[in-house]
């Protein structure tokens, strides 16, 4: 849980610190349409490789991961 944390944080630290370069740099709407990319792919990301776990016990999920 430690870990999920510190990536959290350090991902909010990131886009603290390059949303105002950002906004400069390429405009209001390019930087939403960058975060909006960046979240997509994420989810692309999570959704190749994070099996789903619902409806099964410890067990077979263990067995999944090995």
């Known amino acids: ?8 944080w350090a991902a909010n630290f990131v886009v603290a610190v ?8 390429i405009s209001n709407a390019g930087t939403f349409f960058l975060m909006g990319f960046l979240s ?11 099996p789903e776990t619902e409806g099964l016990t410890l067990e077979e999920i263990e067995r999944e991961m090995a």
Do not use: D, G
């Open 40 to 50: 997509l792919v994420a989810v692309a990301y999570f959704w190749k490789k994070v």
């Open 18 to 25: 390059s949303f105002l370069t950002l906004l400069n740099a």
């Open 1 to 8: 849980m430690s870990i999920a944390t510190i990536a959290n």
